[in-house]
Every structure is written in structure tokens, then in C-alpha cells.
């Protein structure tokens, strides 16, 4: 009777270690996971196969495809951002500014987005062109001021010094508007959208980051602002002369009233002395006629020191009374 042996043959070894390679091959080759960030669609020679894959993110996994010939096509499920470069265009006034738009989005059909873009690169630079295109055309559209104010509601800071002078409602005021920078991004996002929906893009916000003005539009800004400066200086000036003016003519005034009130009280005191002094010659006259006649000599004597002075010449005739105490005088000593 033949012996049976229990060690496998070199052959059937061989044949189940290449089993069980190829089963793990199989195996790895069919099996992967989809983590939750992300939706796959499964491509067969390139072109897609069934529908996507963790869509609506409750299908995270391990999951199975036909090894060798399916391949696995990641999506990332997430909001997703594009950050445009920084483009020149022109405002509905003409003037040149710079605009930096910023966006998010995310892939709303995957099967679609595969189909039309592949991947992300292509879909950033399909972003660039008609978000960028879209921007220009609703900037074009609008104002200067439309694009820098944010809400047509908010008001701008004023400078309160203004408020106090006639000026003050019209220089450096800002223009009113009907829509502000809001608006407008929301009708770049409403433009934009209808397009990128055919490549399975859903676009979700579009903003403005940062104006710029371009160089001679700045220097032209400044130039205005120097402007308004001078303008405001001026007006500030020429209401300081004016109330320098004002207070200059008060001032003449109050001087004058002060003046005729003083010249006023001399001429009534020099009145009252001069009638005090008539009353009083007028007594001395009739009480004394030799203090009368000194008196009059005294006068004359005054007169005499105030006229004649030491190089003064006088013609009188012999007939003059200013000659006549003179003459007296002269011939007092023959006598």
C-alpha cells in the first residue's frame, strides 16, 4: 500500500503564495476610501461610470471599483477659494482704478465638473475669466463713489468744523448714491453665476478686497484734496479779516463815543470855569475900580509876556492900546 505524504509539493506552494498575492493585488486594487471632504467619480478608460460618489457626504467609506481599468476621481466637498489678480478698469465717470476681487465656490456636481474642467486648475482659470470679465462690466457701469462706499445708508465721517461755516455743506461733501460697493458685488456674483453652474460650480460669494487708484488718478486726488484744503483756508481766512474787521469798527466806534463823551465834559467844565471866572471879574469890576484897573493891568502884562518873546518884531501905530501901556510905561521916569 502507497504511502501518503503530508508535506504539499513544491508546486501547490508556489500555486497558493501566487493566489494569495494576486487576491491581495485584487483586493488593493479594488478596494478605497472616500474620506468626508471629499466626492469621487469613477472613470472607466477616462470616461465616467455610474453616478458621483459621497455627494451629499453620507457615503464617507470603504468602497469597491473594477481593478486595473476603473480609476478613482477625488472632489473636495468643501467651500473652496479663488483669489483674482488684481485687474485695471474703468468706472462710469473715466476714471482708472485697480480692483482685487476674492471669491468662494464649491463643486455642486462633480460628474459635470469632471466633464467640463477636470480638475481644479482649469477651474480657477475659468474663474479668472468670468468673474474678472463680469467685474469690469458691472464696474463700468457704475461711479467711482459706488464702488468705494460700501451701503448707500452709511454715512461717511464729516469733519465737524466744517459744520460751522456756509461751506461746511459743500466742500469735501460726497456725492449721494443708489447702490454702494455691495451691491455692485452681488450683482457680479448674480452675473457670473448662471455661467459657472454649466461646469458644476456652484459660486457662493464674491467680494471686493482692495481698490487702488491708478498713479496719475492719485495725483489728481491729492490735487483735489489740496484744493478743498486751500478753498476751506481761505474761507477760514476771510472769516477771520472779517471779524477782525468787525471788531476794528466797534472799536473806532467805542473810541469816538469815547472821545466826544470826554470832549463833551471838558467843554462843560471849561464853560462852568469860564462863567465862574466872568462872575468873578465881573464882581471884582464892580466892588473895586482900582483892583478892576490892576486886573487889567495884570492881563496885559500876560498878553505881553505871551506875544512879544525875546526875537519877536512888532509895527504897532502910536494910537494902539497894546502901544499905550508901553508908551506909559516909557515915560514914567521923565515924569
Request: no cysteine; charged share 30%; glycine share 6%.
Amino acid at each position: 500500500m502507497p504511502r501518503i505524504s503530508s508535506n504539499p509539493s513544491p508546486l501547490t506552494t508556489s500555486f497558493a503564495v501566487l493566489l494569495t498575492v494576486v487576491a491581495v493585488v485584487v483586493f488593493f486594487g479594488s478596494a478605497y476610501q472616500i474620506d468626508e471632504t471629499e466626492q469621487v467619480v469613477i472613470t472607466r478608460f477616462g470616461k465616467p461610470v455610474g453616478q458621483p460618489i459621497n455627494v451629499d457626504g453620507k457615503e464617507a467609506g470603504l468602497h469597491f471599483k473594477v481593478p486595473l481599468i476603473s480609476t478613482v476621481n477625488r472632489f473636495d466637498t468643501r467651500i473652496l477659494e479663488w483669489d483674482g489678480q488684481p485687474n485695471q478698469m474703468t468706472t462710469r465717470d473715466k476714471l482708472y482704478i485697480v480692483v482685487d476681487t476674492f471669491a468662494r465656490w464649491r463643486i455642486s456636481d462633480p460628474l459635470l465638473y469632471f466633464q467640463a474642467l477636470r480638475d481644479e486648475r482649469s477651474a480657477l482659470s475659468r474663474l479668472d475669466d468670468i468673474i474678472g470679465s463680469e467685474t469690469r462690466n458691472v464696474v463700468a457701469r457704475h461711479d467711482l463713489i459706488e464702488v468705494v462706499r460700501s451701503e448707500k445708508d452709511r454715512e461717511p465721517v464729516r469733519d465737524e468744523t466744517l459744520e460751522e461755516f456756509e461751506f461746511g455743506t459743500t466742500v469735501g461733501v460726497l456725492p449721494p448714491i443708489s447702490f454702494g460697493r455691495i451691491h455692485l458685488e452681488q450683482e457680479i456674483r448674480d452675473a457670473a453665476m448662471p455661467k459657472v453652474k454649466l461646469w458644476g460650480i456652484e459660486l457662493l460669494d464674491v467680494r471686493i478686497k482692495r481698490i487702488n487708484y491708478k498713479s496719475d488718478v492719485i495725483t489728481k486726488i491729492y490735487e483735489r484734496m489740496i484744493s478743498e484744503r486751500e478753498q476751506i483756508a481761505e474761507r477760514f481766512r476771510s472769516e477771520g479779516a472779517g471779524e477782525a474787521a468787525k471788531i476794528d469798527g466797534r472799536r473806532e466806534k467805542d473810541l469816538r463815543e469815547i472821545q466826544s463823551q470826554a470832549y463833551r465834559e471838558v467843554e462843560e467844565i471849561q464853560g462852568k470855569a469860564d462863567a465862574e471866572a466872568s462872575e468873578i471879574y465881573a464882581n471884582a469890576y464892580n466892588t473895586s475900580p482900582v483892583a478892576a484897573e490892576f486886573y487889567g493891568f495884570l492881563k496885559t502884562l500876560d498878553m505881553y509876556r505871551d506875544a512879544l518873546g525875546q526875537d519877536t518884531t512888532v509895527v504897532l501905530t502910536t494910537d494902539s492900546d497894546l502901544f499905550r501901556l508901553l508908551k506909559s510905561s516909557s515915560a514914567s521916569p521923565k515924569e
